[in-house]
């Protein structure tokens, strides 16, 4: 008997700025452009996580998103607050520091001055996610995935990739995301182009009976050799091999 074995095999998408779809906010405080976002399996219509980028217009109201965790992270324009009416202390959210807070708390953004222009990610409760900033070297650096999502945002200069299983490297600038699925135990190799590179890197663990086939989204999807399945832990560097 042949079974169909496609969907476990690594996929890599790749997502420029002005890729995904812009949806206006209701209540015309802002609007988001979906990057990509994967469901669960076994629920179909609830959201695993989705990464997304927003421009926040003036100060107003952030929708509940009770069951998720949020990552805020401030790409341009000024620095504004969170206040969480009690449930938390109020933060300032400043450029490249992403901030991490419950979806579901009551959340008011006091916007002081221009447009600001954010990453979002968010994930159901049952992913498992860490983050990190990276900043590459001019020689080429190896970081080993191990969690079933990796998510990487350009935040500044141009870096060069080699993502796992054998693609071709790839140049990832400011703007740019790439989403690596199914990859564990594979190695991502990594250097900057420019002095200023920097990486935003999501590692997300979700429960198995939630990853199911992956859908190609817009971006440049990609596939070869079946990954390696190893533990997970936060991706850390390597030494080549």
């Not at 802002?30 to 994967?38: C, K, N, T, V």
């Not at 991490?100 to 916007?111: A, M, Q, R, S, V």
């Not at 135990?185 to 979700?206: C, K």
């Amino acid at each position: 008997m042949n079974l169909d074995r496609s969907w476990r095999r690594p996929v890599a998408t790749f997502v420029g700025p002005q890729d995904g779809r812009e949806i206006p906010w209701g209540n015309g405080g802002g609007a988001s452009r979906e990057l990509i976002l994967r469901t669960r399996a076994d629920t179909p219509d609830r959201l695993l996580w989705r990464m997304s980028t927003t421009r926040i217009l003036t100060s107003c109201p952030f929708s509940a998103y009770a069951g998720y965790k949020r990552t805020i992270t401030l790409l341009s324009g000024g620095a504004f607050t969170l206040d969480f009416f009690g449930e938390a202390p109020a933060h300032t959210v400043a450029r490249f520091e992403p901030f991490d807070f419950n979806g579901g708390w009551k959340t008011h953004c006091n916007l002081p001055g221009d447009i600001a222009v954010v990453l979002n990610v968010m994930a159901d409760e049952s992913v498992i996610y860490s983050r990190t900033t990276l900043t590459p070297g001019p020689s080429a650096s190896r970081y080993r995935l191990e969690t079933d999502a990796v998510l990487l945002y350009g935040l500044e200069g141009t870096t060069r990739l080699a993502a796992p299983f054998d693609l071709p490297a790839a140049e990832m600038k400011a703007g740019d995301m790439m989403a690596i699925e199914r990859a564990q135990g594979e190695d991502l190799e990594m250097a900057g182009n420019t002095n200023d590179a920097r990486v935003l890197f999501f590692f997300l663990l979700s429960p198995p009976r939630a990853v199911g086939a992956v859908s190609r989204l817009p971006g440049t999807c990609r596939e070869d050799r079946p990954a390696a399945a190893t533990g997970c832990r936060p991706a850390r560097s390597c030494p080549s091999r």
